[in-house]
């Protein structure tokens, strides 16, 4: 028999650093938290959580499309904004044989193949153990969310990388807007980061979980440069997207919790109003 314990958050499941994430502090929050209840006590919990992330991801889109845009209007195609040319220009001469090895070796770590496979790996190791669904929603929606965003910035936008002149391998044939590398990383690394500072009891290792998860997104992003890879404004978009993408996560995540029995998950019972409560 599973001990209730195991199977219900505890407090520190809840807690990033004094901050109880089912405490909503603004007007806002505790409406929309309100509004998320009632969906949850008709459909359950987890469910509920499913259909945030949805509404979420749907909006993180919809707003990549508004933003390329906008970008496409402010900036040229061929790397011509007032930002880009001086950074390019420094991070050259940044470039000695061991940074730019190191840059490629994060290309490599942080790329197409080994992401997925981190989001996949990560997300099964959380269900082996914890033998919980909302772990595995948040990562896999995390690395969809965020693909999508990638894919549709880059059709849109179609924007040229510097010319190979100005770059090192590896190189890439893919449009430069935006920086997939940087959002991808900003947005699994920081849900990993999340869920990991969620299950320390201390703040001390939630800080430096959390610090590395952030320091790492911004060593990816300007790797991105210095191999000439990307233009800094791609990059800057991927961290701006990305942190945007992380914060609705969170935030449906907080819901989740917050519809959640002190004592067991609101999805592991009948929605109220069922028969099996009316009887």
Known sequence: MTDAASTSPTPHDRRIGRRDLTEWRSRAGRRLASRHQRVADRIGARRALVATLAVGGSIAVAATAGAAYIYDGVTGKDGIASLDRPVLERAKRLRSPVADGAAAGIAHVFGPVAMPALTIGSAVAFAVRERRASPVVLLVAAGAGSLAMTLVGKDLIKRNRPHRRDAIPPFEKSPSFPSGHTLNATTILGVLAYLF?????????????????????????????????????????????????????????????????DEHPREDREPIGSPAQAG
């Open 197 to 261: 500072a969620l299950r320390q009891r201390d703040d001390g290792p939630q800080a430096v979980v959390i610090g590395a998860a952030a320091g790492t997104a911004v060593t990816v992003g300007l790797s991105r440069v210095l191999l000439g890879a990307h233009w800094f404004t791609d990059v800057a978009v991927g961290w701006v997207t990305g942190a945007g993408w992380l914060s609705l996560i969170i935030t449906s995540h907080r819901l989740y919790l917050s519809a959640q029995d």
